[in-house]
């Protein structure tokens, strides 16, 4: 209870900046963990699919038995590039939202930052009109509730930097799959 009176009390006390810089990173957070979730469980059910599939095939399974995302190749007409194409289709599906992930990591830093900026600036201005006798107890406090901005902006880019690294890897192991599946029809040719 007495963190949301203290956060009522920031927010009332914030301009209109702070409060933009603080929505959208807000906004940044709920996204990437929309991302992961969805991306890092369907990556998850793709991969067993892929998995159950490369095992089919291994024991004499033709592809198109599999739930393989290659038994869309005709059987009679694989080739390599036609296994590249499917392959490649995979991995741009597989990586969707890794440039989201991107964008909020490294631009999350610089919005709380803006936001710091502007409220120090908001700060100084009003010390400048109020005769120029501040002492630290009125402008520490200013400042502390200016760099909120920035520890938040640390706050949302940390866990979509570790999104993007964990769905990347988990792309990576999908399409290392689809590329053993790929290698071995190919073989069997």
Request: with cysteine; aromatic share 8%.
């Amino acid at each position: 209870m007495e963190s949301i009176e203290l956060l009522i009390s920031y927010l009332s006390k914030s301009s209109l900046v702070t409060i933009v810089v603080l929505t959208w990173l807000s906004l940044y957070f709920v996204i990437s963990f929309t991302i992961l979730f969805s991306r890092y469980n369907g990556l998850n059910r793709w991969i067993k699919k892929e998995k159950q599939a490369l095992e089919a095939i291994l024991l004499g399974k033709k592809l198109q038995a599999t739930d393989s995302v290659l038994k869309k190749c005709p059987q009679e007409n694989i080739s390599k590039e036609r296994l590249d194409v499917f392959t490649s289709l995979a991995q741009t599906n597989s990586t969707s939202g890794l440039t989201t992930l991107s964008i909020i990591a490294s631009t999350s830093p610089f919005i709380g930052l803006f936001g710091t900026v502007i409220s120090i600036l908001e700060t100084f201005a009003a010390l400048g009109q109020g005769g120029g006798s501040a002492s630290l107890s009125v402008i520490a406090p200013a400042i502390s509730e200016a760099l909120v901005a920035t520890g938040c902006g640390i706050f949302v880019a940390i866990p979509a930097y570790t999104f993007n690294l964990l769905i990347k890897r988990k792309a990576y192991e999908l399409i290392s799959l689809i590329q053993r599946e790929s290698n071995l029809l190919l073989s069997s040719k």
